[in-house]
């Protein structure tokens, strides 16, 4: 044989095992280590601008349009990353989406194993009922409906509300883990109370009840704006009295924690809220995993990468795993809302971070 006859005799040989790999559902990977293991994070998920005044009306529009009752369940609208097409994921691990009751309607009752949490940006009226506990919803106040809990919501007012959505989805269905089960169709409670029952038992400062709780996600429903402010504004204060208090210069920052054990307040997502002083610039970080933030108040710019926007009040933008972020208060104060999935990250030894230098 010719050394031509033996090469291309090599080449069908090789044209021949890999036809009989695919034949047995078999791949190779010397052809796809750097899909496997690529040398740092590649998400599929880009960096992605969201505004309030296009979320908005469109809300409003399907609030004229569409009904919300048993099956759909709810008017969410999903912020989905046009880097994931065909998916209404807002990064690989979060669903984000606002949500919008008008005048006396009710969303029903269910419960599922993915966690979720609402953010008011405007707007009061509305009551979720979380395990038959009515949570009353106005602006800056967090709530959480953790995994498994049934909950419905309720405008009592005439009218319209809409609101902010994180829930897990992308991760749970990830994970096979998916489990749903509708509740009773007429409303566990129509009480408007000033304060949930869970907050008149498990929100008085450094204080838990005696009792031992029924589950380990967090028995505290709503982190009021009150609580928020105030511990930010003193953040700043002490700052300014020369005391460690704030995580950077100018940028004060609080996590939302389960009083039972002052770890996250849901199992899955992390939620902060900072607040970064007028001419404020922050550090660029990226972190492993991914995060959605929403401008509560106030105006800046956000770089991401090597893209930067101008952001406002409720806007929102989502940060994908390992993309360098930064954010530059311009004007006057920014408040801003951030949640993420850095818990799971944490709880299986892949948490990453970086903090560039300036
Ligand atoms: C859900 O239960 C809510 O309770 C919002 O407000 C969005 C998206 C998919 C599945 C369940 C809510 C949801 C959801």
Do not use: C
């Amino acid at each position: 044989m010719t050394q031509t006859q033996e090469i291309g005799h090599e080449q069908a040989a090789l044209a021949r095992l890999y036809a009989d790999f695919a034949a047995a559902d078999m791949t190779p990977l010397w052809t796809q280590r750097e899909d496997l293991m690529p040398m740092t994070p590649q998400p599929k998920a880009v960096p992605a601008v969201w505004r309030w005044s296009t979320l908005y009306p469109l809300a409003e529009r399907s609030g004229e349009l569409v009904p919300v009752g048993r099956g759909g369940e709810r008017r969410a609208i999903a912020l989905a990353n046009p880097g994931i097409p065909g998916q209404p994921y807002t990064t690989a691990t979060l669903w984000t989406a606002i949500q919008y009751l008008g005048p006396r309607e009710t969303a029903p009752a269910h419960r599922h194993m993915q966690t979720a949490f609402r953010f008011v940006v405007e707007g009061e009226g509305v009551w979720t009922n979380v395990e038959g506990d009515a949570v009353s919803m106005t602006r800056g106040d967090l709530l959480l409906t953790p995994g498994w809990h049934f909950h419905e919501h309720h405008n009592t007012t005439e009218h319209p509300m809409a609101w902010i959505d994180g829930l897990d989805i992308p991760l749970v269905d990830q994970l096979d883990a998916g489990f749903f089960e509708f509740g009773p169709d007429e409303l566990a409670t129509t009480a408007t109370p000033e304060r949930s029952q869970s907050e008149r038992l498990w929100a008085h400062p450094g204080l838990r009840p005696v009792i031992e709780p029924e589950r380990t996600a967090s028995p505290l429903m709503a982190y009021r704006w009150a609580h928020t402010n105030a511990a930010l504004s003193e953040q700043l204060a002490l700052e300014d009295e020369g005391i460690r208090a704030t995580p950077e210069r100018g940028h004060a920052a609080v996590r939302f924690t389960n009083p039972l054990d002052g770890r996250d307040a849901l199992r899955t997502i992390r939620t902060e809220m900072h607040r970064l002083r007028a001419g404020t610039t922050t550090a660029s970080v990226r972190t492993v995993g991914s995060a959605v933030w929403q401008v509560f108040d106030g105006s800046g710019t956000v770089r991401i990468g090597e893209q930067a926007w101008d952001v406002g009040t409720g806007d929102l933008f989502a940060v994908p795993s390992w993309a360098p972020v930064s954010i530059a208060a311009e004007g006057g104060q920014l408040d801003l809302f951030r949640f993420s999935d850095e818990p799971v990250y944490r709880a299986l030894g892949l948490d990453r971070r970086y903090v560039e230098s300036a």
